[in-house]
Nanobody, 125 residues
Framework: QVQLVESGGGLVQAGGSLRLSCAAS????????MGWFRQAPGKEREFVGA????????RYADSVNGRFTISRDNAKNTLYLQMNSLKPEDTAVYYC??????????????????WGQGTQVTVSS
């Protein structure tokens, strides 16, 4: 089992940047595929990006592709989401998620086994 704790959220002006972190407990972080999701008020939780177990493969939602970068440091048991050129529509609670096993990247929420508590990102216009 793994526990996930997000940090790095906050208030930023449109066009600004933030870097989210997700710290994972346990010694098997490198065997998990990881993802970022977000949920805006009144909307369903949606896929943002994901990375495979060794960081060799990534995938992004069309809405963030070219602006967001997902990465991981397996030695530090940490997942990152670098968010640049932020827009007001990026405002949401951002969640990291972990998927057991050395599987291909998954974009569906149901594919992930563990979730963090979320961190709020607010982008002002």
């Amino acid at each position: 089992q793994v526990q996930l704790v997000e940090s790095g959220g906050g208030l930023v002006q449109a066009g600004g940047s933030l870097r989210l972190s997700c710290a994972a407990s346990g010694r098997t972080f490198s065997s998990y595929g990881m993802g970022w999701f977000r949920q805006a008020p009144g909307k369903e939780r949606e896929f943002v990006g994901a990375i495979n177990w060794n960081g060799g493969s990534t995938r992004y939602a069309d809405s963030v592709n070219g602006r967001f970068t997902i990465s991981r440091d397996n030695a530090k048991n940490t997942l990152y989401l670098q968010m640049n050129s932020l827009k007001p529509e990026d405002t949401a609670v951002y969640y990291c998620a972990a998927r057991r096993g050395l599987h291909p990247i998954a974009v569906l929420r149901s594919a992930y086994d563990y979730w963090g508590q979320g961190t709020q990102v607010t982008v002002s216009s």
